[in-house]
C-alpha cells in the first residue's frame, strides 16, 4: 500500500545513502548479505561500511565481470549478494557474465546499477548509459527495476533480502524528487496509479515520474485530464494496467530516461500491440550518446522535462 506526497520536493535523503544505510543494518542482524563494489565505494557511501564491517564488503576494483562471478560464487555459499556499480558497466561491460553467472545458472544475486541516464552528468558519454535497461530485459528470467524515490527504493531494497532470483535495480545516487509518503510498500511488477485521468495516460519510471507528475497538472491547467502511472517495474511489466488505461483514456505516452528503443516505450507498445491498440508517443532518449552537463540541461538538451511530455500529450490530444 502506498501514498503519494501532496507537494514535489527533493528527499531528504540521497539514494546511495539510503543502500549503504540498508546494507550497514543487515550485516547488524547477523543477515549472510554480501555488498561487492567495482571501486565505487565512495560513489555509493559504502567506505564507512566497509571500515566497520569489512568481512561484509569486497572492493573487486575496476573488474566488472569478475565482481558478478564472485557474487554467483558466493551466493552459492548461501550469502546474499548485492552487486553496485553504474548503470554502463552493469550491463553493457558485463552482459556476458550476467547472461553466464546469474541468469543462465539461475543465481540468487542483486544488481544496483546507479547513475541512470543523464543522472551521471558529470561523467560524460562513456558512462552515461541509455541501453542499459534494454539490455538486461533481454534476459529470460531478469526481473529488472528502475526506483523512483528514497522510500520506494528502501522498500525494495528490504524486499529483496527475501527474495530468490535475479534482480537489476536502476537508480540515481543523488537526491530523488520524493513521490511516496514515508511507510508505503510496493509490490513488484505492479504499476502504481498516482493520479487517474480520463484523456491520457502518462506511464513514467525513475526521474521521469516526477516530470510526469508535474505534466498533468499543467495538462489539467489546458483542460487535459491525465493519468500517471509509475511503471518502476520495467520486467515483468504490469500488463493489466496498461490494457486498462489504454482503454480508459485511449492515448499513451511513456516517459523514461532510457533510450526509447527497448526501454519503457517498446515494453508498453509491445502490450499494446498485442492487447489494446491506441496511439501513443514515447517520451524518451532518441539515437543519441550522453555528454557532460548539469543534470537540467540534460533533460532539456535529451527531451526529457515536463514540457516535453506535455507537447507529445497535446499531439494525441489534438488528434496528431
Known amino acids: ?3 503519494v506526497v501532496t507537494r514535489l520536493e527533493k528527499d531528504s535523503i540521497e539514494m546511495r545513502k539510503v543502500y549503504a544505510n540498508m546494507v550497514r543494518e543487515q550485516i547488524e542482524q547477523a543477515q549472510p548479505i554480501i555488498a561487492l563494489e567495482a ?10 561500511v566497509h571500515r566497520d564491517y569489512p568481512q561484509h564488503v569486497i572492493n573487486c576494483g575496476i573488474m566488472e565481470a569478475n565482481v558478478i562471478g564472485v557474487s554467483a560464487g558466493l551466493s552459492l555459499t548461501g550469502r546474499i549478494p548485492f552487486v553496485h556499480t553504474f548503470t554502463a558497466f552493469a550491463s553493457r561491460r558485463c552482459f556476458d557474465q550476467l547472461f553466464m553467472s546469474l541468469d543462465y545458472q539461475r ?3 542483486r544488481v544496483i546499477a546507479s547513475d541512470a541516464g543523464v543522472s551521471a552528468c558529470h561523467n560524460g558519454g562513456t558512462h552515461m548509459s541509455f541501453e542499459d535497461m534494454g539490455i538486461v530485459r ?3 528470467h531478469s526481473v529488472v527495476l528502475e526506483v523512483t524515490d528514497a522510500t520506494m527504493f528502501n522498500d525494495i531494497l528490504h524486499q529483496l533480502m527475501d527474495l530468490q532470483g535475479f534482480y537489476w535495480v536502476r537508480t540515481i545516487r543523488k537526491q530523488a524528487t520524493r513521490i511516496y509518503q514515508d511507510g508505503s510498500r510496493f509490490t513488484i511488477g505492479k504499476g502504481n496509479l498516482l493520479r487517474d485521468g480520463t484523456q491520457v495516460t502518462l506511464i513514467a519510471n525513475g526521474i521521469m515520474v516526477a516530470e510526469a507528475m508535474a505534466a498533468a497538472d499543467m495538462l489539467a ?3 487535459i485530464s491525465a493519468a500517471v502511472i509509475d511503471m518502476f517495474t520495467l520486467k515483468p511489466i504490469d500488463r493489466e494496467i496498461i490494457q486498462r488505461y489504454a482503454r480508459k483514456t485511449g492515448r499513451i505516452v511513456t516517459c523514461e530516461n532510457h533510450s526509447i528503443h527497448n526501454g519503457l516505450g517498446s515494453a508498453v507498445a509491445e502490450v499494446l500491440v498485442e492487447t489494446c491498440p491506441v496511439p501513443m508517443r514515447r517520451v524518451g532518449v532518441k539515437e543519441r550518446y550522453g555528454q557532460v552537463g548539469t543534470q537540467a540541461f540534460l533533460q532539456q538538451e535529451y527531451g526529457l522535462t515536463a514540457q516535453h511530455i506535455v507537447q507529445a500529450a497535446r499531439e494525441l490530444a489534438d488528434g496528431g
Open 1 to 3: 500500500m502506498f501514498n
Open 39 to 48: 571501486d565505487l565505494m565512495s560513489s555509493m557511501a559504502m567506505d564507512g
Open 107 to 109: 543465481n540468487n544475486v
Open 138 to 140: 533481454g534476459l529470460a
Open 221 to 223: 491547467r489546458q483542460g
